[in-house]
C-alpha cells in the first residue's frame, strides 16, 4: 500500500488524499463535514452499518465510529474514530461492514470478525456479541491436509457474510437462505463454500440485507459439445426455434425459471427461508405434492417486459415444476385438474384479455427501454390464476405475438399444456411428457413459449440488442426442423448467418488476465419479496441463480441496499433493480423485480453504492470533476414535522462538489460517506480526465459497434466475399479494440478507488497490449479503405444511412450539412486513432507532477512519445492508405482488378514520365508503378509485376554514356531505367531501395515503439531469403523457388518445385543445382516417384548420390552430366521380386562397362569379369551355387572362345564355348583321377555331350604332381587383379585433384583432403546423431598432416600408420572411402554363390593388388616414406631389440637379420585392410582346405583322449622336459597318470589366441609367444640355462599345438603363408611358422598305433 519511492511532491499531495466527508442520508442539502480525529491520516476505505462505520488507512490500520453497542454500550454514539488495537500489526487490505457487525482481511487473507453475532454473521458459536475483532478459521474440507482458504474480499449483510477466496469461490455463514447453502439449519458458525458456483470465477460480492449478489465470469464459449436436449432444473428444451412470417430463428438461450436446485436425497420440497420479518410472523414451506390451495393474486408479480435483453420469467406460473408453486402456495398438482380447471373457462374469455392486454403496449418502445405491458387490477378469484397467467403471457410475448395468432387459434389447451407440464426434479414423476396429441408440439407454441420464458422480443437473425445479449449465443439451423420451410427462406435465413460470423465481440485472452473482464454473469439469491434479486418474481432463491437479462451488459460492479440492487456497467450506465419505495432505484417504472436503467442526468455513472433505502451514484461532470447524484428517502426538518418524501429522480448533490475530487462514496443505514482527494498539482484532476474521457470514449466505440457496425454487416450485397471478409476482419478487430477500451475504462475505475500510483496504470504496464491493438485495427481498417471498401459500402448502406443521419453526425461529430456518406463513414471507423493523442497528452500531464529525476517521471515521458510516436505513425499508414485509394480510382480498371490488393500501398509512380525504359521503342507507353511488395511495369494493355524480395537495384556508374541510369536486376530479366534528372533517378533509387529493404523486413505494421520513427538502411542486402515463382525460364518455368538468393540469381540453400511435381531441395549456386542436394520426379505411370539424393554441379547430378527409381531399382554411385558414370552399385527388385539382381562395378555414360560383378540372384549365378555397353564382354568368371566354375572369353553376354569350365568333383574341361555352358570344338576333358580326353566336343554341359577323341590314361609312376594340372592353370583367364576397380581407384585419384594416378601437385590434395573434410562435417553438423563421439574426435585429429623434415625415422612412419588407421576409419576421407568401397566390392565378389573354394587364390591376389594401388596412393601424400622393401635404419638410441614383441604392441616389427626395419606394403597397410576383408576371405580358406582339416581333425580329437603323461611319451618328448608339478587354479599339484590337459597350459592358451588375430603379422607373434611360454614352463622345470635344438623342441610343440584343438589350423597356415612378409621367410619367426606347418602336415599323417 505505502510506497517509500514517491518523490517530495507527491508526498506533500499524499496529505490531501483520502480525506473522509460524512453526511446524514436522506437531506439533499446538507454539506458534508469532515470526519474529526483522522488528521494525517489517508483513508483507503471505508465501509458502512446501519449506524457506525469502519475505515481503513493506508498504513493497514482499522479505526471505527458511530454506534458501536458491542463495545460501549446501546446508546453511545463514537464521534471520532478510534483505533481497534486488536488489529494493529496485521497489515489490513480491506474491511466490510454489515448492518451491525464487520469485517477485516488481512495481507496474508486471514479474516477477522467482530460486532453483532446473534445470527452466527461473526462465525463465533454460542457468543451473541463479539466485542474484539476475532480471527476465523476458513478451511476447505476438500483438501487433504486441510488448507486455510485465503480469502480477498468481505461483504457482509445483515444476518450473514460472505467472503471471496483467492481461488474466486465464495464461502458464507450466518443465518438465512441469503447464504446460498443447502441447508435448513442455522446459524451457520462454520464457514462453507457455496457449492453452486464452485469451478466458476467470482469477480466480486455484494450483500443486501437479506440478499446476496455475485459478479461472475462468463464460461469460455464451448466449441462444439454436445448440447443437452432439456434444461436439468425446469425439463424445458433448451434450444427452441420459432418461425416468423418469412424465416425461423433458432435460439438457445433458454432461462430458466428454478432459482433452486435441489439434491436428490432431500425430501420432496422445497424449504424456502424463514422469514425474517416478525410481521408475517411465520415460517412458509411449500408443500408440493398436496393440497391446492387457491393463491390471492398478489403474489404473482409480472413479468417487465425490457427490450435491452431477456428477463428472467416473471411470476410462479412460469415456472414447470410438480405443481407450480409460489411462496406459500400450490396451484395445481398435476396437468389433469389444470386441464379441467381451464375446459370450465371460455375461451372468449381468454381472447378477450389477450386482446386488452396486447393493446396496451406501445407501440414505438424507447431506444434504451420499453415499458412493460399494462398490469391489471385483481380479477375475480374465480378467473384470478388464468387472468394473471393470461396477463403474464401476454405481456411476455407482447403486440407483434398475440396480433399474428386470432384469438381462437390459439387454444387454451395449448396454453395451459405449456405452462402446466409437470415434470418432476425429485423424481416423483419425472418423463410424464404426454405421449398424446400434444407430444409433438408446433413452433408457434415453441415460440410463445420461448419469448415467455425470456421477456423479449425477438426480431431477425441480426437483431441488434439480442446480438449485443448474447455475445456467445450459439445460433444453429437444425435440419430436421427446418424441412418445412421454404428454400428461399432458408437461403435467407443462411445469408444472413455468414454475415454475423464476426458480430461476437472479440476477446484477446491476454487482455482478460490483465485486465479486469467484461464478460459477466450476475447470479442473486437470498430472499426476494421486494424483487431484490431480478428474476422478475419475488421468490426466494436458496441457491445463486444467474439474472439473464444482465447477460451481455458487461457489469463490471454490483452494490445491493436494504432490499434493492445496482449494477453498473462498462458503458458507464446503471441497472436498478428491487424495492422502490423510496424511488432509490432511480426510475419511475414497474414492475421493478427485473433490471432497468437508471435516469441519472450526470456523464457516465462510474461508481455506485446501495444504501438501506437510496442510492448513490457518483458520476462525471463537465469538468472531470466527480458529482454526486442521490435518490431515495428525502427528510425535510423544518418546524420539527418529519415529512418524508422520495426524490422523483437523482439529484444532484452540489455540496459535494465543493469539497474536492471524491474518489469513492459508500452508503450505509444513515449516513453517506465520501473519500475525497485535494487536486494537488493537477495530478488527480489528470488522472480523473483520463478516466473520464476513457469511459465516454468506450461507449462512443459501443455505439458505433451496435448502432453502426452491426447494421452493416447485416445488409445484403456488400460485394464480393472479398470485401466482406474485408470488413469482417475490420469488424472483429474494432470489436476487439472497442473490448480493451471498456475493459481499460473498468480498470481506471478501480484504480481511482485505490492508491494511485501512477506506475501502476495499465497504460504504463500493459502498453504493448493497447499498441498492438490499435495497430492491428489501423491495419484492417486501411486495408480496407484502399480495397474502396466505404465507397462500396455506401450504396447498399445508402437506406440505413439516410435514416440515422442524425444519429451518424453525432457519432462522427461532425455537423456540416449534406455531408457524403464515405466521409462520415471514414470519419467514424478513424476516430480511435485520435486517442493514442490523448494519452499521450495525459501522461505528460501526469508527467509534470513528478520531479524530472524520478523514475515515474521517466517511466510517463517514455510512455508518452511511445504513444505520440504510434499515432504519428498510424497516420502516416492512413495517408498511404488515401494516397494509393486515390490512384487506384485513376488507374484504367482491366489492370485495377489484377493489381489491388488490400495490403498493397503505392510508394511513387512515373505518370510524370519522370523515369522510361532504356532502348524502349518510339511509341511505346513504360509506365512504373512502385509499390510496397512490387516494381509493376504497365504497358498499353499488359503489365508486368515484379515482386521486390526478388528485386535488386543499384545506380549505373555515369562514364558509360548510362546518364541518370538505374539497373534493375530480377530473376528473370534485367533491365536500365533511365530518369529525366539527377534528382528524379536519386529519388527512384532511394524508394525502391527502401521499399526493397521493407519488404525484405516484413516489418511495414511493426513501429519501433518510442524510437523517433525508423530509420532505413540505406542499401539492402544483395544476399537474401526469398520466394518466387519462374515464368519463362526455358527450365524452370512454372516453378517456385524459396530461398537464398544473390544478386538476382538462386544461390545458397532452397527448395525448387516444379508444376508438374518435380522438387529440388539443397544447394544453389548462381542459379543452378550446385552442392548437395535431394530430387524427387514423380512417376505418373508406376505412382510412385524416383527420388535422388546427392551431389549436384552446374544444375546436373555430379558426384557421388543414391538414386531410387519408381520401379523399385536402386543406383547407388557416381554421377556425371546426369548419367551413371564411374563406379556403381545398381540393384534391382527385392528378393522376392521377380528378377533380383545386383551389380557393382564401373559404368561410362549410364551403361555397364569396364571390370564388374553381377550377381544374378535367380539363376544363382555371378559372373566377375568385363563389360561393354551392359553386356559381358571380355575375359571373365563364372561360378554358380552348385559349384561349377568357369573362366574364359565372354562375347555378347555369351561364354564364347577359349574357356576353362570345372564342376564340384575336380573335372576339368578345356577348350572351346560357342555359347553359356555349351562346348563347341577342341578341348580337353580330365576326370578326377587323372584320366583325360582330348578331341572335338559339342553339347551343353550335364545334358549330354558328344565326343570326338582320344582317352588317356596317364601311367601310374609319373611324378604326382603334374596330375591337377588345370588348377594350377587357375586365373590365367580370369580379368588380371590390377585390372579390377579401376574406377574406384580413379575416384580416389580424382578427389585429390590427380588426373590419372600419380600425376598431380601433392599439396593440392591435401586440400582437396581438408576441404572433404570440412564441407562433410559441416553438412552432417545438421544432423548430429550421424556423426558418433569417438568419430567426430577422429574427424578432429585428421586436421592435423604428419610433418616430414630431416631423415625419415622410425617414428614418423609410425606416425604416418597411425595417420592411416584415423583416415581408413572415416568415409569422410578419401582414403578412407576407397577402403570402404573396396571392402563393400570384395564382399560382393565372394560372399554367396561367390564364396567357392575355387575362387580362393583369385580373392588373395585381389588384395595383393589392393595393396600395391593403395600403397601407391600413400607414397603420393607421403613422399619420404621409402618405397616397398627399403630399410628404415634404427637409431642407436632406441636399443628396440626384442621389447617391442613382449609388449605385445600390434606392430609387425621385424625380428630379421638385418638392422633395421622394412617397409612393406604388407606391414603399412594389411592391419588396416584385412581385418575388413577377413571374413569372406577366411570362408574360401576354410572351404579350400576342407578335405584336409576334416583329417586332421580327427586325428586331434583321437590323440586328445590321452591324458597328459600318455600323450607326450607317445610324441616321444624328453622326460627332462616334462612338468614335475602344474598349476591349477592356481595351486601347484604334482603330475600324475592321470593329469589332463595341464602341462604346457599356459603355452596352450597362447597359441589358441592365434584364431582371434588377423593379419599374418599379429598370428606370427602369436606363435612366437608360443614358444617363449614353452621355454618358460621348462626353465622352471630344469632351472638351468640351455639351448634349445629342433629334434627336442618339435615334439614338446606338437605336443602344444594338439591340445590347442585349433579347427581350422589349416587355413590360419595357408593365410600366413599366401600373406606373410616375404622378408620374414628366413628370420625367426619365419622358422617358427615353419615348425607350427610342419605340426599340421605330421598331424594328419600321424600312424596312431
Request: aromatic share 8%; net charge negative.
Amino acid at each position: 500500500m505505502d510506497s517509500p519511492e514517491r518523490s517530495s511532491e507527491e508526498a506533500e499531495g499524499a496529505k490531501e488524499r483520502g480525506l473522509v466527508y460524512v453526511w446524514r442520508a436522506g437531506s439533499c442539502s446538507v454539506t458534508p463535514e469532515r470526519l474529526p480525529g483522522l488528521s494525517g491520516k489517508t483513508v483507503l476505505q471505508a465501509a458502512l452499518g446501519s449506524h457506525h462505520g469502519v475505515l481503513l488507512t493506508e498504513g493497514g490500520e482499522v479505526y471505527s465510529f458511530g454506534k458501536l453497542p458491542w463495545r460501549s454500550g446501546p446508546e453511545e454514539c463514537v464521534n471520532s474514530p478510534i483505533l481497534e488495537n486488536t488489529l494493529l500489526g496485521h497489515r489490513i487490505i480491506t474491511v466490510a461492514a454489515g448492518s451491525f457487525h464487520n469485517g477485516a482481511v488481512t495481507e496474508s487473507g486471514a479474516v477477522y470478525m467482530w460486532g453483532d453475532n446473534s445470527a452466527g454473521q461473526c462465525a463465533v458459536a454460542n457468543q451473541p456479541c463479539v466485542p474484539e475483532p476475532q480471527p476465523i478459521s476458513i478451511c476447505d474440507s476438500e483438501t487433504s491436509p486441510l488448507l486455510a482458504v485465503r480469502i480477498l474480499q468481505l461483504a457482509c449483510g445483515e444476518e450473514h457474510t460472505l467472503a471471496l477466496s483467492l481461488s474466486r469461490e465464495i464461502w458464507a455463514w450466518g443465518s438465512g437462505c441469503q447464504l446460498g447453502l443447502i441447508t435448513t439449519t442455522f446459524p451457520v458458525t462454520k464457514p462453507q463454500k457455496v457449492e453452486h458456483l464452485a469451478g466458476r470465477v467470482v469477480l466480486q460480492i455484494a450483500c443486501g440485507a437479506h440478499h446476496s449478489l455475485a459478479l461472475v465470469q462468463c464460461l469460455p464459449v464451448q466449441e462444439m459439445k454436445p448440447i443437452p436436449e432439456k434444461c436439468n432444473h425446469c425439463s424445458q428444451p433448451l434450444i427452441t426455434m420459432t418461425d416468423k412470417e418469412d424465416h425461423v430463428i433458432i435460439s438457445d438461450s433458454h432461462c430458466c425459471p428454478l432459482g433452486v436446485a435441489l439434491s436428490d436425497n432431500q425430501p420432496e420440497n422445497h424449504v424456502f427461508c424463514p422469514s425474517s420479518d416478525t410481521s408475517e410472523g411465520k415460517s412458509v414451506t411449500a408443500d408440493q405434492s398436496e393440497g391446492c390451495q387457491k393463491p390471492p393474486v398478489e403474489q404473482h408479480g409480472l413479468v417487465g417486459l425490457d427490450s435491452d435483453g431477456p428477463s428472467g420469467l416473471s411470476s410462479s406460473e412460469g415456472r414447470e415444476d410438480s405443481g407450480i408453486s409460489s411462496s406459500g402456495n400450490t396451484l395445481f398438482s398435476d396437468k389433469k385438474e389444470v386441464k379441467e380447471y381451464l375446459i370450465g373457462l371460455s375461451d372468449n374469455s381468454l381472447s378477450e384479455s389477450l386482446n386488452k392486454n396486447s393493446c396496451t403496449e406501445p407501440e414505438q418502445p424507447s431506444q434504451e427501454e420499453q415499458l412493460g405491458a399494462c398490469i391489471p387490477g385483481p380479477a375475480g378469484s374465480s378467473t384470478s390464476t388464468l387472468n394473471s397467467l393470461v396477463a403474464s403471457c401476454a405481456s411476455a410475448v407482447g403486440v407483434r405475438v398475440a396480433a399474428t395468432y386470432e384469438a381462437g387459434a390459439l387454444s387454451l389447451k395449448k396454453v395451459m399444456n405449456f405452462y402446466g407440464t409437470p415434470s418432476s426434479e425429485a423424481g416423483s414423476h419425472s418423463g410424464s411428457r404426454s405421449p398424446g396429441p400434444e407430444a409433438p408440439r408446433d413452433s408457434r407454441e415453441e415460440q410463445v413459449r420461448l419469448e415467455s420464458m425470456q421477456g423479449k422480443k425477438s426480431s431477425s437473425l441480426v437483431d441488434i440488442r439480442e446480438e449485443e445479449s448474447e455475445g456467445g449465443s450459439r445460433r444453429l439451423s437444425l435440419p430436421g426442423l427446418l424441412s418445412q420451410v421454404s428454400p428461399r427462406l432458408l437461403r435467407k435465413v443462411g445469408r444472413a448467418k455468414m454475415r454475423t460470423v464476426a458480430l461476437t465481440p472479440t476477446y484477446s485472452g491476454e487482455a482478460d488476465a490483465l485486465l479486469p473482464s467484461l464478460r459477466t454473469e450476475v447470479w442473486s439469491w437470498g430472499k426476494g419479496k421486494e424483487g431484490q434479486l431480478g428474476h422478475g418474481d419475488v421468490l426466494p432463491r436458496l441457491q445463486p441463480l444467474c439474472v439473464k437479462s444482465l447477460d451481455g451488459k458487461e457489469v463490471i460492479h454490483l452494490s445491493a441496499g436494504g432490499h434493492h440492487s445496482l449494477a453498473l456497467t462498462a458503458k458507464s450506465q446503471v441497472y436498478s433493480w428491487g424495492s422502490n419505495i423510496s424511488g432509490q432505484l432511480g426510475h419511475l417504472n414497474s414492475p421493478t423485480t427485473v433490471p432497468r436503467l437508471t435516469k441519472v442526468c450526470g456523464d457516465g455513472i462510474w461508481t455506485t453504492a446501495a444504501g438501506l433505502d437510496y442510492s448513490l451514484f457518483l458520476a462525471d461532470e463537465k469538468d472531470f470533476q466527480p458529482g454526486l447524484y442521490y435518490c431515495g428517502q428525502e427528510t425535510s426538518t423544518e418546524n420539527n414535522l418529519n415529512e418524508n418524501s422520495c426524490t422523483k429522480s437523482a439529484v444532484l448533490l452540489l455540496a459535494c462538489s465543493k469539497i474536492g475530487y471524491i474518489s469513492n462514496v459508500i452508503a450505509g443505514g444513515d449516513n453517506c460517506l465520501a473519500l475525497v482527494d485535494k487536486n494537488v498539482m493537477g495530478y488527480i484532476a489528470s488522472l480523473h480526465e483520463l478516466a473520464a474521457t476513457e469511459r465516454r470514449f468506450y461507449f462512443k466505440l459501443s455505439e458505433i459497434k451496435s448502432q453502426v457496425l452491426r447494421p452493416l454487416l447485416g445488409l445484403d450485397n456488400l460485394g464480393s466475399a472479398n470485401t466482406i471478409q474485408l470488413l469482417q476482419e475490420m469488424a472483429s478487430r474494432f470489436s476487439k479494440l472497442c473490448y480493451l477500451i471498456g475493459q481499460h475504462g473498468a480498470s481506471l475505475t478501480s484504480f481511482l478507488h485505490g492508491v494511485k500510483e501512477a506506475r501502476s496504470l495499465a497504460i504504463l504496464k500493459h502498453s504493448s497490449l493497447f499498441l498492438d491493438s490499435y495497430t492491428e485495427y489501423c491495419t484492417s481498417v486501411t486495408n480496407f479503405l484502399v480495397m474502396g471498401g466505404f465507397m462500396l459500402l455506401a450504396k447498399p448502406a445508402i437506406d440505413f444511412l439516410s435514416k440515422n443521419q442524425e444519429l451518424l453526425q453525432k457519432l462522427s461529430d461532425k455537423n456540416e450539412e449534406n455531408l457524403q456518406l464515405v466521409e462520415v463513414l471514414n470519419a467514424l471507423f478513424f476516430m480511435p486513432f485520435g486517442r493514442l493523442h490523448n494519452y499521450a497528452r495525459t501522461l505528460l500531464k501526469l508527467a509534470t507532477c513528478f520531479e524530472v529525476a524520478s523514475p515515474e517521471y521517466q517511466k510517463l515521458q517514455d510512455s508518452s512519445s511511445c504513444y505520440e510516436s504510434l499515432a504519428v505513425h498510424l497516420s502516416r499508414k492512413m495517408k498511404e492508405a488515401e494516397y494509393t485509394l486515390g490512384f487506384w480510382k485513376t488507374f484504367p480498371g482491366k489492370m485495377t482488378d489484377s493489381l489491388r490488393k488490400p495490403e498493397r500501398r503505392l510508394i511513387c509512380e512515373s505518370s510524370n514520365r519522370g523515369l522510361s525504359l532504356q532502348h524502349a521503342g518510339r511509341f511505346s507507353v513504360n509506365w512504373f508503378i512502385l509499390f510496397n511488395d512490387a516494381l509493376v511495369h504497365a504497358q498499353f494493355s499488359t503489365h508486368h509485376i515484379f515482386p521486390l524480395s526478388t528485386l535488386w537495384v543499384e545506380a549505373l556508374s555515369e562514364e558509360a554514356g548510362n546518364v541518370n541510369g538505374l539497373k534493375i536486376t530480377t530473376p528473370e530479366e534485367q533491365f536500365v531505367l533511365v530518369s529525366s534528372t539527377p534528382q528524379e533517378k536519386t529519388k527512384w533509387l532511394r524508394a525502391i531501395s527502401q521499399a526493397v529493404d521493407q519488404a525484405l523486413r516484413g516489418t511495414s505494421d511493426v513501429v519501433l515503439y518510442g524510437a523517433g520513427g525508423n530509420v532505413p538502411r540505406q542499401e539492402p542486402p544483395i544476399s537474401r531469403s526469398a520466394k518466387y515463382t519462374f515464368y519463362k525460364d526455358p527450365r524452370f518455368k512454372d516453378a517456385v523457388y524459396d530461398g537464398r538468393w544473390l544478386s538476382g540469381k538462386p544461390h545458397g540453400r532452397g527448395i525448387l518445385k516444379w508444376a508438374d511435381g518435380r522438387m529440388y531441395s539443397g544447394t544453389f549456386r548462381s542459379g543452378l543445382e550446385d552442392g548437395y542436394g535431394e530430387y524427387r520426379v514423380p512417376n505418373k505411370a508406376l505412382n510412385k516417384e524416383d527420388h535422388y539424393v546427392g551431389y549436384w554441379k552446374e544444375g546436373k547430378m555430379c558426384g557421388h548420390g543414391v538414386y531410387s527409381y519408381a520401379s523399385g531399382e536402386v543406383y547407388e554411385g557416381c554421377f556425371q552430366d546426369n548419367m551413371r558414370h564411374g563406379h556403381g552399385l545398381l540393384r534391382s527388385g527385392k528378393l522376392t521380386s521377380s528378377s533380383p539382381s545386383m551389380f557393382i562395378g564401373q559404368w561410362i555414360m549410364d551403361k555397364k562397362s569396364g571390370y564388374g560383378v553381377f550377381d544374378d540372384i535367380t539363376r544363382g549365378e555371378k559372373y566377375m569379369g568385363m563389360w561393354q555397353d551392359d553386356l559381358c564382354q571380355g575375359n571373365g568368371v563364372v561360378v554358380t551355387q552348385f559349384g561349377l566354375y568357369y573362366e574364359g572369353a565372354f562375347s555378347t553376354n555369351k561364354m564364347m572362345g577359349t574357356g576353362i569350365l570345372l564342376s564340384e568333383d575336380d573335372t576339368v574341361y578345356e577348350g572351346e564355348f560357342s555359347d553359356n555352358w555349351t562346348l563347341s570344338g577342341k578341348g580337353t576333358l580330365t576326370l578326377p583321377n587323372g584320366d583325360y580326353i582330348e578331341g572335338l566336343f559339342s553339347g551343353e554341359w550335364g545334358s549330354g555331350i558328344k565326343i570326338t577323341g582320344t582317352y588317356f590314361k596317364p601311367s601310374l609312376y609319373e611324378n604326382e604332381k603334374d596330375k591337377p594340372k588345370a588348377l594350377r592353370k587357375l586365373g590365367i583367364l580370369a580379368v588380371p587383379p590390377d585390372e579390377k576397380w579401376k574406377a574406384v581407384f580413379e575416384e580416389c585419384w580424382n578427389q585429390l585433384g590427380c588426373e590419372s594416378p600419380g600425376q598431380g601437385d601433392r599439396w593440392k590434395a591435401w586440400d582437396n583432403i581438408a576441404v572433404a573434410l570440412t564441407t562433410n562435417r559441416r553438412q552432417h553438423k545438421d544432423s548430429p546423431e550421424l556423426l558418433s563421439r569417438s568419430h567426430t574426435q577422429t574427424l578432429e585429429s585428421l586436421e592435423f598432416i604428419p610433418q616430414h623434415i630431416g631423415a625419415f625415422t622410425l617414428e614418423k612412419y609410425e606416425n604416418i600408420k597411425k595417420y592411416l588407421i584415423k583416415a581408413c576409419d572415416t568415409p569422410l576421407h578419401p582414403l578412407g572411402k576407397l577402403v570402404e568401397t573396396l571392402v563393400a566390392v570384395y564382399r560382393m565378389t565372394y560372399v554367396g554363390v561367390g564364396a567357392n573354394r575355387r575362387l580362393l587364390q583369385e580373392a588373395v591376389r585381389e588384395i595383393k593388388s589392393y595393396l600395391k594401388r593403395i600403397f601407391q596412393l600413400v607414397r603420393f601424400l607421403f613422399p619420404d616414406l621409402p618405397e616397398e622393401g627399403s630399410t628404415i635404419p634404427f637409431l642407436a638410441t632406441e636399443p628396440k631389440g626384442r621389447r617391442s614383441f613382449c609388449s605385445g604392441k600390434s606392430d609387425s616389427r621385424s625380428e630379421s637379420p638385418e638392422p633395421g626395419y622394412v617397409v612393406t606394403s604388407f606391414g603399412l597397410l594389411l592391419p588396416v585392410l584385412l581385418p575388413r576383408l577377413y571374413p569372406p576371405l577366411f570362408m574360401l580358406y576354410a572351404l579350400d582346405n576342407e578335405r584336409e582339416e576334416d583329417v586332421y581333425w580327427e586325428c586331434v580329437l583321437r590323440l586328445n583322449k590321452q591324458t597328459d603323461m600318455a600323450l607326450l611319451s607317445f610324441l616321444g618328448v624328453q622326460a627332462k622336459f616334462w612338468p614335475g608339478t602344474v598349476s591349477i587354479l592356481g595351486e601347484s599339484r604334482k603330475v600324475s597318470s592321470n593329469t589332463k590337459d595341464a602341462c604346457f597350459a599356459s603355452a596352450v592358451e597362447c597359441l589358441q589366441q592365434i584364431s582371434t588375430t588377423f593379419t599374418p603379422a599379429d598370428k606370427l607373434k602369436v606363435i612366437q609367444q608360443t614358444f617363449e611360454e614353452i621355454s618358460q614352463s621348462v626353465l622352471e622345470t630344469l632351472q638351468e640355462d640351455f639351448l634349445w635344438s629342433m629334434d627336442d623342441l618339435f615334439p614338446v610343440f606338437l605336443y602344444v599345438v594338439l591340445r590347442a584343438r585349433i579347427r581350422n589350423l589349416g587355413s590360419e597356415v595357408h593365410l600366413i603363408e599366401d600373406l606373410m612378409d616375404p622378408y620374414l621367410q628366413h628370420g625367426e619367426q619365419g622358422i617358427m611358422f615353419t615348425t607350427l606347418k610342419a605340426c599340421y602336415y605330421q598331424i594328419q599323417h600321424e600312424k596312431l598305433t
